[in-house]
Nanobody, 124 residues
Framework: QLQLVESGGGLVQTGGSLRLSCTAS????????IGWFRQVPGKEREGVSC????????YYADSVEGRFTISRDNAKNTVYLQMDSLNAEDTAVYYC?????????????????WGQGTQVTVSS
């Protein structure tokens, strides 16, 4: 059974950077589409970015385009989310998720496997 663990969250000032990691055990991420999502209490879970197994460009939400970068290291069974130029609107719990679907999707309900989440707080 695939298990995902996020790390790298924390408190950062506006304009700062964080790199989130999503490390898998129990199965390989190499053949799965991986997504990063975030959620603020009282709001719906929002797709941030995803990276598919096929040769296609990663997807980014408009709100993070140009500031966030998703990447995968199959040798480490890990997917990263580099977050730069952070602002207060990026404050949320960030989750990584995996699906056996081969194409990228930002629809959270299409993902079968989820991590426990990591808190990102951006202070002004």
């Amino acid at each position: 059974q695939l298990q995902l663990v996020e790390s790298g969250g924390g408190l950062v000032q506006t304009g700062g950077s964080l790199r989130l990691s999503c490390t898998a055990s129990g199965d390989t991420l190499a053949y799965k589409t991986i997504g990063w999502f975030r959620q603020v209490p009282g709001k719906e879970r929002e797709g941030v970015s995803c990276i598919a197994t096929r040769d296609e460009a990663p997807y980014y939400a408009d709100s993070v385009e140009g500031r966030f970068t998703i990447s995968r290291d199959n040798a480490k069974n890990t997917v990263y989310l580099q977050m730069d130029s952070l602002n207060a609107e990026d404050t949320a719990v960030y989750y990584c998720a995996a699906t056996d679907r081969g194409v990228g999707t930002m629809s959270w309900w299409k993902y079968e496997y989820w991590g426990q989440g990591t808190q990102v707080t951006v202070s002004s």
